[in-house]
């Protein structure tokens, strides 16, 4: 192991205490605290970790945040009356989905509920409005993960512009996001996805290398140019003990994880590529507090500016 850990637990907890302030202030002035209304809809594993830990966050944090929770049976229409009641509620500033929604939706749900969403209240920065925002590079609200993870990197010293940056992953929620807040730091922006050719050399011209497929250890040393910055937004749950034993060597932390729950976390990123990276996000402990910690940002904006006061602060 030679790269640098890229702390985000620690910076995602700057970032907080930075907010501590604000919050106070907001609370002063409108008699409540910034408040969150996040929707659920069924039972997706992953989705509960990410809820659970956000309303903890919130929580710990002094922001109110409501869960609304919809049986995976619910409907579009379900959901889009939850949405419409959040975006009228006086006592709400932020609205979060988290997605998934259900497959049995159908396949334009998302951004059907996406664009119902009031782009003043949008803290994941997903509704039409602030996608195109984001791109005229104007944007208030912007998509948690990506924002946060510019944060991680200019707090830890990471020259982003005129550097060659390559993302692998052209997700709404991640990888087009990422790309364009690259691009308005002055990187030069490669987005790379499952139908590029020779993908371990595209990504391997990468100063920055940030990697969103949802697949485990998948990229490996050859993806990676020595000193490369990468970051690691894979949260892979794997119990097969075979993929375990031949990623992890027997005295590595993981193993015993793997040991006592049967399954650990693992990043898109290969373990072996601690060796060659300059500095590389963890999993746990990289990227998924900073995303947290970017949700009660928002949800801080977005108070902020419906009650007028500092919208230029954003
Ligand atoms: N699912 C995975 N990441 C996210 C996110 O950042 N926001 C929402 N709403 N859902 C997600």
């Given at each position: 192991?030679?790269?640098?850990?890229?702390?985000?637990?620690?910076?995602?907890?700057?970032?907080?205490?930075?907010?501590?302030?604000?919050?106070?202030?907001?609370?002063?002035?409108a008699g409540r605290?910034?408040?969150l209304g996040i929707v659920l809809v069924?039972?997706?594993?992953?989705s509960e970790i990410y809820?659970?830990?956000k309303m903890k966050t919130g929580m710990a944090s002094g922001i109110t945040v409501d869960l609304v929770r919809l049986p995976k049976t619910a409907t579009l229409e379900d959901a889009l009356s939850v949405v419409r009641r959040l975006n009228t509620s006086p006592a709400h500033d932020g609205i979060l989905v988290q997605s998934p929604l259900p497959d049995t939706m159908g396949p334009d749900a998302e951004a059907v509920v996406f664009e119902t969403i009031d782009p003043a209240k949008d803290v994941d920065g997903f509704s039409p409005v602030n996608v195109g925002r984001l791109v005229q590079n104007r944007a208030v609200l912007h998509s948690c993960t990506p924002a946060g993870i510019i944060e991680l990197l200019t707090r830890s010293g990471v020259d982003i512009a005129g550097r060659r940056a390559v993302v692998?992953?052209?997700?709404?929620?991640?990888?087009?996001?990422?790309?364009?807040?690259?691009?308005?730091?002055?990187?030069?922006?490669?987005?790379?996805?499952?139908?590029?050719?020779?993908?371990?050399s595209v990504a391997a011209e990468a100063d920055l290398?940030?990697?969103?497929?949802?697949?485990?250890?998948?990229?490996?040393?050859?993806?990676?140019?020595?000193?490369?910055?990468?970051?690691?937004?894979?949260?892979?749950?794997?119990?097969?003990?075979?993929?375990?034993?031949?990623?992890?060597?027997?005295?590595?932390?993981?193993?015993?994880?793997?040991?006592?729950?049967g399954s650990v976390l693992v990043g898109d990123v290969h373990p072996d590529?601690?060796?060659?990276?300059?500095?590389?996000?963890?999993?746990?402990?990289?990227?998924g507090p900073l995303t947290i910690a970017m949700v009660m940002h928002n949800t801080v904006v977005a108070a902020e500016m419906q009650a007028g006061s500092t919208a230029s602060r954003a």
């Open positions: 192991v030679s790269a640098h850990v890229l702390d985000g637990t620690a910076v995602a907890r700057a970032i907080r205490d930075e907010l501590s302030a604000r919050i106070s202030a907001f609370a002063q002035r605290p910034p408040a069924g039972d997706d594993p992953a809820v659970r830990n692998i992953g052209r997700s709404d929620i991640v990888g087009k996001p990422m790309a364009m807040l690259l691009l308005h730091r002055h990187a030069t922006v490669t987005i790379c996805h499952s139908r590029t050719l020779d993908l371990p290398l940030i990697v969103a497929i949802g697949r485990p250890a998948f990229v490996t040393r050859p993806f990676v140019k020595p000193g490369a910055t990468v970051v690691d937004v894979g949260m892979n749950r794997v119990s097969d003990r075979a993929l375990v034993e031949s990623w992890f060597p027997p005295e590595s932390p993981k193993r015993a994880e793997y040991a006592q729950k590529v601690w060796d060659v990276a300059g500095a590389l996000t963890p999993v746990p402990g990289g990227v």
